[in-house]
């Protein structure tokens, strides 16, 4: 059982992380002249080449009308185009115009320039440690769900079987 230091000392590093995220995702997003939410959006669909919208929301832990807007607003941006699925017409299959891929190339190049330098302050021989801690945490989270959700399946509440 990890003891509660190690969890409060944790918790604080997370919340500088969160800091240093939102300070910078706030940046980013405004330089690149997208919302937070269609810059993740644009980094999904940049990922796969293409998307159908329902398989992006999922992935994206998005409802599928949000997500719609924020599509909406990257089409009228001419940074993604939506088609009919040839497979099935009652869904949208969307992908990167060429706008939308140079966008995703000046995140991508922005978002690396600042972990190597971030990198070029951790010790080599840590990278593979940062690497794999930051994957394990990433798989933990995925698995256990969001704190605090507002969807009736909260992890953070107390567990009414002894659970916690």
Not at 4 to 16: P, V
Not at 58 to 68: A, P, V
Not at 73 to 86: C, D, I, T, W
């Amino acid at each position: 059982m990890t003891d509660e230091r190690t969890i409060s000392d944790f918790r604080k590093n997370i919340r500088r992380l969160e800091q240093f995220f939102a300070a910078a995702l706030g940046n980013d997003s405004s330089c690149c002249g997208v919302t937070l939410a269609q810059y993740h959006t644009l980094l999904a669909i940049g990922e796969r080449g293409s998307a159908m919208v329902t398989s992006l929301a999922r992935d994206l832990g998005l409802d599928k009308s949000t997500l719609s807007r924020t599509i909406e607003a990257l089409v009228h941006g001419g940074l993604v185009r939506r088609e009919v699925n040839p497979r099935n017409r009652r869904s949208a299959v969307v992908a990167l115009t060429h706008a939308g891929m140079q966008t995703v190339e000046l995140i991508n190049d922005r978002w690396n320039r600042y972990f190597r330098s971030i990198f070029s302050l951790i010790p080599e021989d840590s990278h593979l440690s940062v690497t794999t801690g930051v994957d394990l945490l990433v798989q933990a989270m995925a698995k256990i769900g969001v704190c605090c959700a507002n969807d009736g399946d909260d992890p953070c509440e107390e567990q009414t079987d002894g659970k916690s």
